[in-house]
């Protein structure tokens, strides 16, 4: 290479309207096409001119949680607008909890590949990405690490809390509250249509702190949302104020080109891992925390989130860990308050998208002033974290445990296993009257895992047996290798790994077998000697499911266990497996 060559300057990245061109074999022709097509919608040179920020818009009529999406569309826009920036909207896969069968985490990954390729396709300097309900928070910011264009997320935010005979009610640990009294036949069904009137008094997420409020709070916990932008409800103007501001920081993110890897980095996770523990948040947070970091090689090791969860005491007093909901927990300042409590805990040098690193967000957000949701260290609701780690013959890949939910005298626990085979063995027999049960037992589900469902839906959380109940009953230890929602409570052993499809241990509990739950000691046991587990798993060989084809091909083909964030390994970062 020539002297003169070396020393020419390097051409900019494209950016803009010339990113990511269709290839028809000439350059020029590409942009003037793409030009002529978009000012058929009315915009000029000048509009054309600026940085382009995308705004994935996931409203869908569907998905009630995502009702204000036209709102926070347009005051994002705005915002882009306010800083000389030009917004494209454009929709994705939207999924809803209780609207995607079999199960929304089965389409997570399809979203995210869905929200990955769009970011890819259409060219954008940036993107501000609006999601909300449970799993379309990590399927976006998956989507977004891995596309790696500078991205931000905005939450769609909680929704208002009702009133039942005075009584405030929100969804959903009151919706499970509720409906546990109707299986206990304590209401009636007229008392429980007129609470089925009130648990959902808006649009929005779950108003405590279930999936959804959790991935709100992690997502500004990693840096990638704005500071304060987790806990303003759904229906208010401040939850609108964010969305703009939404917009301006993607402008500056297109300009400094700050990517996700630069925010989503391994001390915002171990910050994230905190905070999650810290709020007792949802269980399911950690396989989407370890799904998004993932994306970017960072593993999220149990043993590691078992050690923060040992010295990071549960802060905040939500529903259904606490007492208080979302719109509480925003009233007494949200996540920036609580990074203030713990601030010694935290790598305060962490970037956020603001541009500015952790520490210099938690001293820019003021000294806080008394409230009665967010406790400091000294008086914790829960001494250790929400959640724990479990180790056994049983679940040699780890399980996980909500203990700030659970029932102090059940932590430790040996009972006889009553087994159901899978969800429709459950459904069939649950409430059955010659059910052999008793409270002392201990309930075993299979077959609800990443392959086994498939999608590994939220069926851990076992119902009471009906005849258990009426007898006033209401909580008994718990064991799957599923999932249970963040809204629920109960001593509930979830994520069993390897899960029964793939032939783990689980597959081999018989009815009759004895269980023994140590929360303290972090060990779940089956007590059966290794001789006799072997002999079972000769006798009965597990065949993992398949499919012939289409998406569920796919998901069965590829999809990780939980420790791996029941993501599909082709999309894991290069080198993690």
Known sequence: MSDDASRSPKKPPAAGLSKGLTSYGDTDFSLFLRKAFIKGAGFTDDALARPVIGIANTGSSFNPCHGNAPQLVEAVKRGV??????????????????????????????????????????????????????????????????????????????????????????????????????????????????????????????????????????????????????????????????????????????????????????????????????????????????????????????????????????????????????????????????????????HLDALTVTGRTMGEEIAASGPGFPQEVIRPLSNPVYAQGGIAVLRGNLAPGGAIIKQSAANPKLMQHEGRAVVFENAGDLAARIDRDDLDVTADDVLVLKNIGPKGAPGMPEAGYLPIPKKLARAGVKDMVRISDGRMSGTAAGTIVLHVTPEAALGGPLAHVRTGDRIRLDVAGRSIALLLDDAELERRRAAHPVTPPTAERGYLKLFLDTVTQADQGVDFDFLRAPGRK
Not at 174 to 196: F, P, Q, S
Request: proline share 6%.
């Open 81 to 346: 607008m306010l800083a000389g920036g030009l917004p494209m909207d454009f929709p994705t896969i939207s999924i809803h909890e209780s609207f995607a069968h079999p199960t929304s985490m089965f389409l997570r990954n399809l979203m995210s590949m869905d929200t990955e390729e769009m970011i890819r396709a259409q060219p954008m300097d940036a993107v501000v990405l609006i999601g909300g309900c449970d799993k379309t928070v990590p399927a976006q910011l998956m989507g977004a690490a891995s596309a790696g264009v500078p991205a931000v997320q905005l939450v769609t935010g909680s929704m208002l809390t009702g009133s039942h005979d005075g009584e405030r009610v929100g969804a959903c640990t009151d919706c499970r509250r509720y409906w546990g009294k109707y299986r206990a036949e304590e209401i009636g069904d007229a008392e429980i249509a007129r609470v089925n009137d009130q648990l959902v008094a808006s649009v929005g997420t779950c108003s405590v702190m279930g999936t959804a409020s959790t991935m709100a709070c992690v997502a500004e916990a990693l840096g990638i949302a704005l500071p304060g932008s987790a806990s303003p409800p759904a229906v208010t103007a401040d939850r609108i104020r964010v969305a703009e501001r939404s917009g301006t920081v993607a402008v500056a993110l297109a300009k400094s080109r700050l990517t996700p890897d630069r925010v989503i980095t391994e001390k915002s996770v171990e910050n994230a891992l905190r905070v999650l523990l810290a709020i007792g948040g949802s269980t399911n947070g950690i396989v989407h925390l370890t799904a998004i970091a993932g994306r970017l090689g960072i593993p999220v090791d149990l043993a590691r989130l078992d050690a923060l969860g040992r010295e990071t005491p549960v802060l905040v007093d939500l529903k259904p860990s606490g007492q208080w909901y979302m719109e509480d927990f925003h009233h007494a300042g949200g996540v920036p308050a609580l990074l203030r409590v713990l601030e010694p805990l935290l």
